[in-house]
């Protein structure tokens, strides 16, 4: 791990770990999802910053993914916003159309990086209305239940196709 | 005379022979935490080095630990802090570091997604037992395991050494060499400086959890590569 990195997950860390005393102590009342965002708003908002400096591009995808996961988390809390597919969804749209977004800004010669971010982006702020249409709807809504009952399995089936390939 | 005198002298040189032979074999059975082979602090490293095991058992036992109340975590935790660094000389080359970092990159990956959809899972099906270790609140482990490794990592805080700038390739392209299909994930792991599978593997994921609109992106980055490529090989004059 990068030395800047370190130091500030850490920091990140230690804030995460102080704020959630404190509320074990109900010396302010917050809960975990707060506390989640606030603490990927910390590591996420220098992460971005050291790795555009230092022209890290991994660490910036990841940075700028934290950042929007942690914004969601804080909105999905301050605004008492349903568990519904459709925010999971418009959500994951727009993560990846920032991360392509922030790719495009560390390299501004990539124009294709600005064409997929802009067509994600967009197809996030429409995903709004698009998927309210009844045909569409249908089809998520199976898509949603193929996916809330394989979720589980696909990761313990990717994980260990990773251990089992790790030396290849 | 002389005989008894050789007696003695191979004596000593059999004495000198097996105590470098102890020394050597103490330097090598020494429980310490790996400088090369590391994730978070090397434990695990070094002590499958000291049981000769491969590390990933560990590593894997350290995971599903927490299913059992996490007692693997607070044994890693004390051990990470008693433990000294690998101090012996024997260095190693920077390809061999190159592997053993994918590889372990590798085993953390892959052991979060076994450990999320097993969770997952277990959960579904109601098999989750809270137990923690000295029956203490995970509402207080978890701020305190938090702290711990905050704690680590300022400890073990290495010198800023002039980190040099990335070197990474300034244009995005299909990969020729390392592809699948189109050779997107190829030249995504490039351009990224990251490993290829991990690239694909959470392309998998995004499109799943994109109900395939990251197969889309997939096409069109696809397309869009091609015609680049095609302008690059008939540029217009």
Redesign the interface.
Same mark, same amino acid.
């Given at each position: 791990m990068?030395?800047?990195f %370190?130091?500030i $997950? /850490?920091?990140a *860390?230690?804030v995460?770990?102080?704020l !959630?005393?404190l509320y074990?102590f109900e010396v302010i009342n917050i809960t975990y999802l707060v506390l989640l965002g606030i603490s990927f708003i910390v590591y996420s908002v220098p992460g971005v910053f050291f790795s555009l400096k230092?022209?890290? %591009?991994?660490i910036l995808?990841i940075s700028t993914a934290i950042f929007f996961v942690g914004v969601l988390f804080l909105t999905k809390q301050i605004y008492h916003l349903p568990d519904s597919r459709e925010i @999971?969804?418009t959500s /994951?749209?727009f993560i *990846?159309g920032a991360c392509f977004l922030i790719l495009f800004v560390e &390299?501004n %010669?990539?124009k294709?990086?600005f064409? =997929?971010s802009i $067509?994600?982006l967009v *197809?996030a702020f429409t995903s709004v209305y698009i998927f309210k249409l009844p045909f569409l709807h249908l089809f998520?809504n199976k898509?949603?239940l193929v996916?809330l009952n394989g979720? /589980? @399995?696909?990761? =313990?089936? *990717?994980? !260990?196709?990773?251990?089992i &390939?790790?030396?290849? | 005379m002389d005989e008894n005198n050789r007696n003695e002298i191979d004596f000593k040189s059999l004495e000198n022979v097996s105590s470098s032979n102890e020394s050597s074999s103490y330097r090598t059975s020494k429980l310490t935490r790996s400088k090369d082979d590391f994730i978070l602090t090397g434990t695990c490293g070094g002590v499958a080095k000291y049981l000769k095991i491969d590390q990933v058992f560990l590593r894997i036992l350290l995971i599903l630990s927490i299913f059992f109340g996490g007692w693997g975590i607070v044994v890693y935790v004390v051990a990470s802090f008693l433990l000294p660094p690998d101090q012996s000389s024997q260095e190693i080359s920077s390809e061999e570091k190159q592997k053993i970092k994918r590889i372990n990159n590798r085993t953390f990956l892959g052991g979060i997604l076994l450990f999320v959809g097993l969770y997952i899972m277990l959960s579904n099906l109601g098999l989750i037992f809270y137990v923690s270790p000295f029956n203490l609140s995970w509402n207080f482990i978890i701020p305190l395991f938090a702290l711990l490794i905050s704690l680590y990592l300022v400890v073990h805080r290495k010198q800023i050494e002039n980190e040099e700038q990335s070197n990474l390739p300034e244009k995005l392209s299909c990969s020729l060499n390392d592809k699948k299909f189109f050779g997107i994930c190829g030249g995504f792991a490039l351009y990224l400086g990251v490993d290829v599978l991990i690239i694909r593997i959470l392309w998998i994921l995004v499109t799943y959890v994109t109900a395939g609109i990251g197969l889309l992106v997939y096409m069109l980055l696809f397309i869009i590569l091609k015609s680049e490529r095609k302008e690059n090989e008939n540029p217009v004059s």
């Open positions: 990068k030395t800047p %370190r130091d $997950i /850490s920091f *860390l230690l995460f770990g102080i !959630l005393i074990l230092k022209g890290y %591009r991994l995808v @999971y969804l /994951s749209l *990846l &390299n %010669r990539e294709k990086f064409i =997929v $067509i994600l *197809l998520f898509v949603d996916m979720w /589980s @399995y696909l990761l =313990v089936l *990717l994980g !260990l196709f990773l251990l &390939n790790r030396k290849k | -």
